[in-house]
């Protein structure tokens, strides 16, 4: 099936055993190589994507930058860094095409948490990353004070919980984007999730694979992104699946 509208991929990983690769909570993933990636989304017109880093990837950059390099234009990173890290390799890695910083507090191997908001604005401030957050939306209560503070905020995963579902619309109407992936680790219905966020900022969603979906109940399917195209007008389906992430990740 091809779909004719391009696609903007906010949220694959690429996982290579070339590079460390780092157990979490006894996990470890099966390789998942730029190869596979191609040959996963052949019909989905994806010109475009987001590769970020895992919490089996530590903050190994050189899988990274060897992604980056292999998969081209259109493609950015999103990493995982400590606190330490110098401003000359913050800049070195947003030559490389890295554009956000990425705080895994769901399954660790990023940063602490409590530098987070320190970290957020350095990055921002040197080279206009923005900051990305793997965390259950039943969490935000406890960090909205910091992510009202940040300059751009982006949730992985529809923040993943219906109980936390109302803090997540919060941080909506304060400008958050939300990354439309990994449906099957959702506790709730997807779809009126969706329309709730574009309800309140057309601009907020942005459609990922979430490849090769590790630990996800179910992978990503084409039905997943079938769902976005067939149930929003055109124009806002455009948006959520290129125009809003191509703003976002700063696209030429």
Not at 99 to 122: C, D, M, P, T
Not at 144 to 157: A, E, N, R
Request: glycine letters at 8%; one cysteine or more; hydrophobic letters at 40%.
């Amino acid at each position: 099936m091809k779909f004719d509208k391009p696609i903007f991929d906010s949220h694959l990983h690429i996982i290579d055993d070339q590079f460390p690769l780092q157990s979490n909570q006894g996990y470890l993933p099966p390789k998942f190589t730029v190869t596979d990636y191609k040959q996963q989304t052949a019909n989905l017109n994806i010109k475009g994507g987001a590769i970020v880093s895992g919490s089996f990837q530590g903050f190994d950059q050189e899988y990274l930058k060897a992604a980056l390099t292999e998969l081209g234009s259109g493609f950015v990173g999103v990493t995982q860094i400590p606190a330490s890290t110098s401003d000359e390799e913050i800049l070195a890695l947003d030559k490389a095409g890295v554009r956000g910083v990425r705080f895994n507090i769901q399954r660790g191997g990023s940063e602490s948490i409590i530098y987070l908001e320190q970290l957020a604005q350095r990055v921002y401030d040197l080279a206009k990353w923005h900051v990305e957050l793997y965390v259950d939306s039943r969490q935000l209560p406890a960090l909205f004070t910091t992510l009202q503070k940040l300059p751009v905020v982006v949730i992985d995963h529809l923040g993943l919980s219906k109980a936390g579902f109302k803090h997540l619309l919060q941080l909506v109407e304060k400008g958050a984007y939300v990354k439309a992936t990994g449906f099957s680790r959702c506790d709730f219905d997807v779809l009126p999730a969706m329309r709730q966020i574009t309800a309140i900022n057309q601009g907020a969603l942005i459609f990922g694979t979430d490849l090769p979906s590790t630990r996800a109940p179910k992978p990503f399917s084409e039905k997943d992104l079938q769902l976005i195209l067939d149930s929003f007008p055109t124009s806002l389906a455009e948006k959520i699946c290129w125009e809003n992430a191509a703003k976002l990740y700063k696209l030429a």
